[in-house]
């Protein structure tokens, strides 16, 4: 096992946290209501700036339930896009069966490919782990509890965010020396085999635009 000392490992996503709030999934049909709705029952903390790489302000929102009595569990999400494209805002909805188990949410987002090439994304989102981490005390977070999850490129980015090794060198911009640990990944269809989209009869331009080549595909 590596540093991160999973206790367990979710590579698929769970039905059943799908359908803990259908019904209340199905009246938020925009962002807006969303967080109408959310901020009723929970503090939200947006665009907090967690690190600064290519002159770009890297920012997280936080979702922290309010009245609980100890340290909670926390899930940090990535948004999809293919790496290219996308931002934090247009999957709040998908933070909603966490939020109403009572999770801490951390939403990030990370320099796309316009921005900055691969593993720039894949660095953004350890110092991301990182920030959460160095400031759980302060937001009554438990760090034995953390969960990576995403969708699509956001998967593909919460999977690596947990498993990768020390030394690979790609926490090394993330202030801080903290062990990056978590509990749990939950990868919704997010790739494994980022080659695969780099060269053959499955390439896709995007997958090109942030990654340039073959040559980083250990990532």
Not at 35 to 47: E, G, T
Not at 90 to 114: D, F, H, I, Q, T
Not at 185 to 205: F, K
Request: aromatic share 8%; with cysteine; glycine share 8%.
């Amino acid at each position: 096992m590596s540093r991160r000392s999973m206790s367990f490992v979710m590579l698929v996503g769970i039905g059943l946290l799908a359908g803990v709030t259908i019904e209340a999934s199905a009246q938020l049909r925009d962002t807006s209501a969303f967080l109408a709705h959310v901020s009723n029952q929970y503090r939200v903390i947006p665009n907090v700036t967690y690190h600064v790489a290519s002159d770009h302000e890297n920012k997280l929102d936080l979702y922290l339930p309010r009245n609980v009595s100890g340290p909670t569990p926390v899930l940090m999400f990535v948004h999809g896009g293919g790496w290219v494209r996308g931002t934090k805002e247009s999957n709040v909805l998908r933070l909603l069966p966490y939020l109403e188990m009572g999770w801490a949410v951390v939403n990030v987002e990370y320099r796309l490919g316009a921005v900055a090439r691969a593993p720039a994304a894949v660095e953004d989102c350890l110092c991301a782990l990182r920030w959460l981490i160095q400031n759980a005390e302060e937001y009554n977070l438990d760090t034995s509890r953390i969960v990576t999850t995403g969708n699509s490129a956001g998967g593909h980015l919460a999977l690596t965010t947990a498993i990768i090794p020390t030394s690979a060198g790609l926490d090394r911009e993330c202030p801080g020396s903290e062990e990056l640990n978590v509990a749990a990944i939950i990868n919704w269809y997010g790739i494994t085999d980022v080659a695969d989209l780099l060269d053959g009869p499955n390439i896709r331009s995007y997958a090109v635009e942030w990654m340039g080549s073959l040559s980083l595909i250990h990532i």
